[in-house]
T-cell receptor, first 121, second 111 residues
Framework: EAQVTQNPRYLITVTGKKLTVTCSQNMNHEYMSWYRQDPGLGLRQIYYSMNVEVTDKGDVPEGYKVSRKEKRNFPLILESPSPNQTSLYFC????????????????????FGAGSRLTVL | EDQVTQSPEALRLQEGESSSLNCSYTVSGLRGLFWYRQDPGKGPEFLFTLYSAGEEKEKERLKATLTKKESFLHITAPKPEDSATYLCAGGTTDSWGKLQFGAGTQVVVTP
């Protein structure tokens, strides 16, 4: 089944304890992205990757790191988590960068993972 | 600053009571306006992409339209299974990778 898989789905941690949220897709997609979702603020983009070894900041990158060493994986790293990073996180992928492909191709459809709920105490 | 604003924040409908959701955007160089549906505890699921003013797309009881400044998602004769949060997002030509989401409209349809 074509999907984006995130782990862990739920995590409670303490301030300063490094953690990694993994994201893997089995669709050979070039583009992957991380979002956080907070009540009243909607989905905000953290980082995105156009392809292997190519990453760029979204709107809220502070306190996060990413890497894209393989096409299928795009982990989100919180080096020193703080309570303001308590949120619901989503990973998503699409065959190519949103808007780059023909309007009549399926390339602009973002496939999201099921989400990772992170609580930092 | 690029911005996508959705209204209303929440909408409660009786089954069969049609209504519309609004998505206004100030995204410079808009390259696609997207609608997604999100059920509780799940990731968003794609509904529509609109590229140019005047474009319309339909899927079952949902119809999305686009003008130069806003998009509407019309829900015709909704059913309880249409209850969800509906998100819109704008992609820009400034950065192919960036996508600006609105905060969403939570729709509840009661029998």
């Amino acid at each position: 089944e074509a999907q984006v898989t995130q782990n862990p789905r739920y995590l409670i941690t303490v301030t300063g304890k490094k953690l990694t949220v993994t994201c893997s897709q089995n669709m050979n997609h070039e583009y992957m992205s991380w979002y956080r979702q907070d009540p009243g603020l909607g989905l905000r983009q953290i980082y995105y990757s156009m392809n292997v070894e190519v990453t760029d900041k979204g709107d809220v990158p502070e306190g996060y790191k990413v890497s894209r060493k393989e096409k299928r994986n795009f982990p989100l790293i919180l080096e020193s988590p703080s309570p303001n990073q308590t949120s619901l996180y989503f990973c998503a992928s699409t065959p190519s960068a949103v808007g780059a492909a023909s309007p009549y191709s399926g390339a602009n459809v973002l496939t999201f993972g099921a989400g990772s709920r992170l609580t930092v105490l | 600053e690029d911005q996508v604003t959705q209204s209303p924040e929440a909408l409660r409908l009786q089954e069969g009571e049609s209504s519309s959701l609004n998505c206004s955007y100030t995204v410079s160089g808009l390259r696609g306006l997207f609608w997604y549906r999100q059920d509780p505890g799940k990731g968003p699921e794609f509904l529509f992409t609109l590229y140019s003013a005047g474009e319309e797309k339909e899927k079952e009881r949902l119809k999305a339209t686009l003008t130069k400044k806003e998009s509407f998602l019309h829900i015709t004769a909704p059913k309880p299974e249409d209850s969800a949060t509906y998100l819109c997002a704008g992609g820009t030509t400034d950065s192919w990778g960036k996508l600006q989401f609105g905060a969403g409209t939570q729709v509840v349809v009661t029998p």
